[in-house]
């Protein structure tokens, strides 16, 4: 079964810049979509942005114009970039296909955004 391990996250400032990673290994998911997903204090877990095996794209309206998704299939690998970021982006972090029945949740990726 696959595995994935995200990484990239930490304790930044308002407005600054991190990109999270989210690699895979087990299988490869070059023909699989994939979404990265947060999850904050008392909230449900959300899908943030999802991309497609070829490529296309979708976000979630609260981070539209700040966070591009990306994947580069040879290293199966799912990139966050997220900018501008916000207080309310505070949460954990995490990938999966962007499917029903998802893969194991790892323990994401931790990403706090202060002031």
């Known amino acids: 079964q696959v595995q994935l391990v995200e990484s990239g996250g930490g304790l930044v400032q308002t407005g600054a810049s991190l990109r999270l990673s989210c690699a895979a290994s087990?299988?490869?998911?070059?023909?699989?979509?994939m979404g990265w997903y947060r999850q904050a204090p008392g909230k449900e877990r959300e899908l943030v942005a999802t991309i497609t095996g070829g490529g296309s794209t979708n976000y979630a309206d609260s981070v539209k114009g700040r966070f591009t998704i990306s994947r580069d299939n040879a290293k199966n690998t799912v990139y966050l970039q997220m900018n501008s970021l916000k207080p309310e982006d505070t949460a954990v972090y995490y990938c999966?296909?962007?499917?029903?029945?998802?893969?194991?949740w790892g323990q994401g990726t931790q990403v706090t955004v202060s002031s």
């Open positions: 999966n296909f962007d499917r029903i029945i998802k893969s194991s």
């Open positions: 087990g299988r490869t998911f070059s023909n699989s979509a």
